[in-house]
């Protein structure tokens, strides 16, 4: 299983970035899908999670509100809308996946199997 984030970059506070990732090696739909944030020097942390029909989404609370995360199964793509950033979002993004079926909360708990290499978003002035 293979996965690679992408649409990182450089915003400014206040201005919006929309993340994909495309997974490959799997049937892309019997999956839930996560995204996460590490900040150096910290433990990489949850962001938000959809189950596999793209219905059930959870999101942490530092980002509720301010992050959409979406998923087109046609095209085997997750994709995390991001509005509203502020300094503290910057991190970089990772997109994960569980080894088997799991519920969005088990995806937050990170009970992950595949990881993708990450993406750098930074938001500075």
């Given at each position: 299983?293979?996965?690679q984030?992408?649409?990182?970059?450089?915003?400014?506070?206040?201005g919006?970035?929309t993340?994909s990732?495309?997974?490959?090696?799997?049937?892309?739909d019997?999956y839930?899908?996560?995204?996460?944030?590490?900040?150096?020097?910290?433990?990489?942390?949850?962001?938000?999670?959809i189950?596999w029909?793209?219905?059930?989404?959870y999101?942490?609370?530092?980002?509720?509100?301010?992050f959409?995360?979406?998923r087109?199964?046609?095209?085997?793509?997750?994709?995390?809308?991001?509005?509203?950033?502020?300094?503290?979002?910057?991190?970089?993004?990772?997109?994960a996946?569980?080894?088997?079926p799991?519920?969005?909360?088990?995806?937050?708990?990170?009970?992950?199997?595949f990881w993708?290499?990450?993406?750098?978003?930074?938001?500075?002035s």
């Open positions: 299983v293979q996965l984030a992408s649409g990182g970059g450089l915003v400014q506070p206040g919006s970035l993340l990732c495309v997974v490959s090696g799997r049937t892309f019997n839930g899908m996560g995204w996460f944030r590490q900040v150096p020097g910290q433990e990489r942390k949850f962001v938000a999670s189950d029909r793209g219905v059930t989404k999101y942490s609370d530092s980002v509720k509100g301010r959409t995360v979406t087109d199964n046609s095209k085997s793509t997750v994709y995390l809308q991001m509005n509203s950033l502020k300094p503290e979002d910057t991190a970089v993004y990772y997109c996946t569980p080894g088997r799991r519920t969005t909360t088990d995806i937050a708990r990170g009970l992950i199997a993708g290499p990450g993406t750098q978003v930074t938001v500075s």
